[in-house]
Every structure is written in structure tokens, then in C-alpha cells.
């Protein structure tokens, strides 16, 4: 894991992972890289999860 990735149980909302996303496939240009790649994996599982919590909360 980078870094600057977050540690397991984030409080980052969907909507922030998800312009991180954004932001990460426009820099790489469409074609992500290996360490990219690796990257977007673990938004999007963080993604995932912010989806779910967001929904049990509105629940």
C-alpha cells in the first residue's frame, strides 16, 4: 500500500473516492499503469465500501 493511501475503515464519502477515480484515469490518460492499476483497485474497493455504508446509513 502507498503511503497515501488511506488505512483500512476510512470515513473518505463515495463522492470524494469517487472524483479520486476520476482524477486517476484522467492522468493516466485512459491507460493505467501497473502501480496505477494497484491504485484504482483500492479505491474502488474503498469506493465499495463507502457505498454500502452511505446506504445502511440512509436506511
Do not use: F, K, T
Not at 2 to 10: A, K, L, T
Not at 51 to 59: N, P
Amino acid at each position: 500500500m502507498s503511503p497515501n493511501s488511506p488505512s483500512p475503515g476510512s470515513v473518505r464519502s463515495a463522492a470524494a473516492l469517487n472524483e479520486q477515480i476520476r482524477a486517476l484515469w484522467i492522468r493516466a490518460g485512459g491507460h493505467l499503469s501497473p502501480q496505477e492499476r494497484a491504485e484504482y483497485e483500492l479505491l474502488v474497493v474503498e469506493w465499495a465500501a463507502a457505498v454500502r455504508d452511505e446506504i445502511v446509513e440512509a436506511a
